[in-house]
């Protein structure tokens, strides 16, 4: 059975920085496109930024020059740096990864609180 776990959130001042982390394990697959979500309360759940297996990636316009996804195949994890952070940027923050052949993942989610 496939595992998504997220770790990284927290509370975190306006202006700082966080990295979130996701590692896939069990069931043998390929992993094809990592990506974030995120959502606020009250809010729909959002793409944040994505990453492909052949390594591009798009990011919300709203989250553009401030964070970066980024990956690690060998160890089956994406990270998402999320810097210069600002509190509407506050949201539970969800990893999701295709995985091949077996399917669509979600992580559990972890919360991520920028305020002063």
């Known amino acids: 059975q496939v595992q998504l776990v997220e770790s990284g959130g927290g509370l975190v001042q306006p202006g700082g920085s966080l990295r979130l982390s996701c590692a896939a394990s069990?069931?043998?697959?390929?992993?094809?496109?990592m990506a974030w979500y995120r959502q606020a309360p009250g809010k729909q759940r959002e793409l944040v930024a994505l990453?492909?297996?052949?390594?591009?990636?798009n990011y919300a316009d709203s989250v553009k020059g401030r964070f970066t996804i980024s990956r690690d195949n060998a160890k089956n994890t994406v990270y998402l740096q999320m810097n210069s952070l600002k509190p509407d940027d506050t949201a539970v923050y969800y990893c999701?990864?295709?995985?091949?052949?077996?399917?669509?993942?979600w992580g559990q989610g972890t919360q991520v609180t920028v305020s002063s």
């Open positions: 990453l492909t297996s052949s390594g591009i990636t």
């Open positions: 999701n990864m295709a995985l091949v052949p077996i399917g669509n993942y």
């Open positions: 069990g069931s043998s697959f390929r992993i094809n496109v």
